[in-house]
């Protein structure tokens, strides 16, 4: 949906791969790991050429959120990134039982530690922050890459 506006049923993703995006004026190599256990073993290898971690967790799946959390938690006490900002994409709000964004944080364990939408986190604090979205109606995460953006340029 980022790269050319159309959604695709994208298959599960099985090898890492990378696309260069064109988000307003900034250009950004992305890189899709996956999140399956398999793939996350190879995580720390994309660390050094990473400038933003982007986190999307599927806000109607409570029975992976414990998941999610250990692995988000992984990443935020991470030595090797712990400068560089993550933007965490909760997806599929347009679903009946999805989460809203105080449950999603509240079960990720992230409520306190959220820098917000608007301005700038005190120096030395990594900017994070939960933007809820759907990426099949198209909303939410624009406003999430516009946050990241303010950080990357």
Known sequence: MIKDDRLQSPQPTHFPSSEELKLGNLTVTAFDLGGHEQARRIWKNYFCMADAIIFLIDAADFERVDEARTELLDLITDEEISNIPILILGNKIDKKFAMDEKILKEKLGIGRIC???????????????????????RWGYGDGFKWLSSYLN
Not at 115 to 137: L, N, Q
């Open 115 to 137: 820098t917000g939408k608007t301005g700038k986190p005190a120096e030395g604090i990594r900017p994070m922050e939960v933007f809820m979205c759907s990426i099949f109606c």
